[in-house]
Structures are given as structure tokens and as C-alpha cells.
């Protein structure tokens, strides 16, 4: 199942595959966290890299709705954030190698929306 995402940026930073896999600064090249590939609608990432270099992500595979966040957390599943509802594994922050960060992400199975924000 071949998906086109409708809206890909990337700013300071690299991916290892078309919209999933391992998350790199652009900068200094560390790896920074992983994300799964078929699990997600949205993805904005943003964060500050040890290095001190900014950079963030966003991809969009169908139309932004008006979804409701949702107050519940992500769950960790052998250091997988995963969807609370369905248990989808999304993805992997590697909070090692960054200063803050923060994201939104919507579930692909339950089109439910989650953000956080986190300062390291
Ligand atoms: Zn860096
Ligand atoms: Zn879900």
C-alpha cells in the first residue's frame, strides 16, 4: 500500500526513507528518533538537537481535519510511543540526543491527535 503524502517539509534534517524510518539532524547528523511508517496521518516535529541546531518535520498524507486532541498520552511499548486506543506503534524519540522537542501526531486506525511538548 503505496501512499503519497500531500505535504512534505523537511528543515534541517534528514530521513532515512520516504516518510519513515530514522530521523537524522541535518546538522550534525546524530540520530534523533524514528518513525513508523504506515501508522500516521500527521507528523510535525520539532526540536533542538544537542548540537544546537534546530530542525523539525512535517508530513501530511490526507487533509488536515478538525480532529480533537486528545488528553491521553502516547504510551511506551519497547520504546515505541504508541497510540493509547489501538496500541499503533507511531514513533521513537531518542531523548538522549536533543535539548527539547515537541510534536502532534495523528493515528492512522483511530484518527485520533496527540501533541506534546518536552524541554530535556
Ligand atoms: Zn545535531
Ligand atoms: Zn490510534
Redesign the pocket.
Known sequence: MARVPRIKKLESTRLASTYGGWIYCGECGQSIGYLCYV?YDHFRFAYKCKCGSRGSIRIDFEQENQNIYSDKKLITIKNRLC??????PLFTVLEKNLDSYNYEIE??????KYAEEKTL
Not at 497510540?83 to 499503533?88: F, H, I, L
Not at 493515528?107 to 485520533?112: I, L, W
Request: hydrophobic share 10%; net charge neutral; glycine share 0%.
Open positions: 501508522t497510540c493509547p486506543e489501538d496500541q499503533s493515528c492512522v486506525k483511530c484518527k485520533t
